[in-house]
């Protein structure tokens, strides 16, 4: 009688340990840091500033696009960004001290002519900041098919109005010779 008893508490414990064990050896899904949006979050560690929910909302053709992101800037001093789209000047964007500059919300979205890649792909884009490096970062291309995204559609007749910010380049030009 002992021996049965001591064998059911061993396979309740057995199964007990099989049913519940597997978290021990099973990634957790709540441990997985990801985006909880339609865009990307770019953390550069070089540099001070942070953007969260990147994405860009092209026209149909994929023609012209408005970048649309938080700049936070967390840290006591005024700090710029620095983002390049491959073969399209860069965009400069200075963000004040302990703010946060929401393209799209509380600014105007960044209209990015030229971008030639349709909704639904991804564009690399450099982010750079502070001295570092900086990060390069696929964003998401978006349409206005989604009611919220639908304002944010750049229209196709209007130029840009933006004027980049002049970026230092590490070389200098020759000094012209008489």
Known sequence: MKSRLVASAAISALVLLGATGCTFITPQST??????????NVSDSDGPIDVRNAFIVANEDGSVGNFVAAVVNPT???????????????????????????????EEPLRIDDLDTLPGATIEIHFQSGDGAGTKTEVPVLDGSLPYYADLVPDEAEESTRTPEPVPSDTAAPAPSE
């Open 31 to 40: 441990e997985v840091q990801y985006s909880a949006s339609d865009g990307v």
């Open 76 to 106: 006591t001093e005024k700090a710029t960004l620095t983002m390049t789209v491959a073969g399209l000047d860069p965009f400069t964007v200075s963000v004040p001290a302990g703010k946060t500059v929401s393209f799209g919300a509380d």
